[in-house]
């Protein structure tokens, strides 16, 4: 590892932002299974692929199938599907995208350790903190009941911990509101801090 060198390209990260208008950002979805990731990161990707930006989601069942197809659900398994997941995303970013990503992360170490992979504000966090009550009673999978009767282990929640976040950027709930206003939010947010420029959103509304 010693011998080996990093090479600077000739074109850095901000020049492919500034090529896509956009700043490029991880925006970084934690929660339970059930809680509302892929839905939401799904309808905040289509808002701004809409509008012209350049975006990529990666989302744990995908990811799940190829990239960590070899891992399962131990705590270590959990942390090198997310130090994978970490990496890549760091790449995209470089490549100019606003990325996307929708895994439960559950541990405060884990999310830290891909957030000290990026320099400050380059990480969002999002934490969609649906109870796990309503996680429960929606079980769009049927995962819960199988967690419950004990033919799924280390279930997050149920048999595995899920540690809430300290200090995200941004807390959503599910079970609160509509999801046109909380991807609203979200939008706000990033014309808040200047990765979109809010007057290319217009054309939604
Ligand atoms: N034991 C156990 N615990 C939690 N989740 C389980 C488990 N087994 C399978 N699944 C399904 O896998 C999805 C979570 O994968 P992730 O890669 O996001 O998990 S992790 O971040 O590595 O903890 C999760 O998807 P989401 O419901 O989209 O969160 C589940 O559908
Ligand atoms: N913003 C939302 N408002 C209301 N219900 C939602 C919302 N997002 C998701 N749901 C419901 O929760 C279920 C699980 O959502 P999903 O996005 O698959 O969660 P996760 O990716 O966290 O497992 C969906 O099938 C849907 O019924």
Redesign the pocket.
């Known amino acids: 590892m010693t011998d080996i060198v990093w090479h600077q390209h000739v074109i850095d990260q901000a020049a492919r932002g500034d090529q896509k208008g956009q700043s490029p950002v991880l925006l970084w979805f934690t929660?339970?299974?059930?809680?509302?990731?892929?839905?939401?990161a799904?309808a905040l990707e289509r808002a701004l692929f809409e509008s012209g930006f350049h975006t990529y989601l990666l989302d744990?069942d995908n990811v799940r199938h190829g990239l960590c197809k070899d891992l399962g659900f131990s705590l270590e398994d959990r942390d090198e599907n997310l130090r994978r997941v970490g990496e890549v995303a760091k790449l995209m970013v470089d490549a100019g995208l606003v990325v996307l990503s929708?895994f439960i992360s559950p541990t405060l170490a884990e999310r830290e350790r891909v957030r000290a992979l990026f320099p400050e504000g380059k990480f969002i966090e999002i934490h969609?903190s649906t109870p796990l009550s309503v996680c429960e009673a929606?079980d769009?999978k049927g995962l819960y009941a199988k967690a419950r009767s004990g033919e799924i282990a280390n279930f997050t929640g149920i048999s595995s911990p899920y540690e809430q976040p300290l200090a995200a950027e941004l807390t959503i709930d599910?079970?609160k509101g509509?999801?046109t206003t909380?991807v609203n939010t979200l939008l706000d947010y990033l014309s808040a801090i200047q990765v979109i420029d809010g007057k290319q959103l217009s054309a939604l509304a």
């Open positions: 929660g339970l299974s059930g809680s509302g990731k892929s839905t939401l799904g744990g929708a969609v929606r769009p599910t079970s509509d999801l909380q």
